[in-house]
């Protein structure tokens, strides 16, 4: 399967007790829609299938299938979890996953471009889109919110930035 084909729904971030239960956390707007998705892929073509889920601060504890000890368990910190698209339903209005963000084109509000977006982070406050700058060697975190972002539904990715925004970036 092409890497387009799959969307990232989650990850692995450690291991929880000694009897082979993880800790997940979801990416996916209802959380609990991991078991829904079943069974999940890993980057490697691997699959992952969850046997109960329970939440928990910041994410989920998780039994999968075939993991009984906590080095097993272990192994699998920073697993990313894919779905295939196609299990998945479409984005609704003013909705996106964030796989299709990667490679649009970035604009400012008067039409200008701005540059391309080359990721997507989360550092628990929302979504950043990282945008390289043309003409510039660094990128730029840039809030995925209704005050920086004014479109998002067409081709380009549509920003309004404050005064002085970009000011901190380098030239080539």
Do not use: C, W
Request: glycine residues 12%; charged residues 25%.
């Amino acid at each position: 399967m092409a890497p387009r084909d799959l969307v990232s729904v989650g990850v692995i971030t450690g291991a929880h007790g000694i009897r082979g239960e993880v800790k997940l956390r979801s990416f996916t707007a209802s959380p609990d829609a991991l078991v829904r998705y079943a069974p999940l892929t890993t980057a490697t073509g691997g699959t992952i299938e969850i046997a109960k889920l329970r939440p928990q601060k910041d994410g989920f504890i998780a039994v999968l299938k075939g993991v009984t000890d906590r080095n097993a368990a272990e192994a699998l910190k920073g697993t990313a979890l894919f779905v295939p698209r196609d299990r998945l339903p479409a984005p609704g209005a003013g909705e996106v996953y964030v796989a299709d963000l990667i490679g649009r084109r970035v604009v400012l509000a008067g039409g200008t471009a701005l540059g391309q977006i080359v990721d997507v982070a989360n550092y628990g406050a929302g979504d950043l889109i990282d945008v390289k700058i043309e003409g510039r060697r660094d990128t730029v975190l840039i809030p995925f919110a209704s005050g920086f972002v004014q479109e998002s539904d067409g081709a380009d990715i549509v920003v309004d930035l404050p005064e002085g925004f970009l000011d901190d970036a380098k030239e080539e």
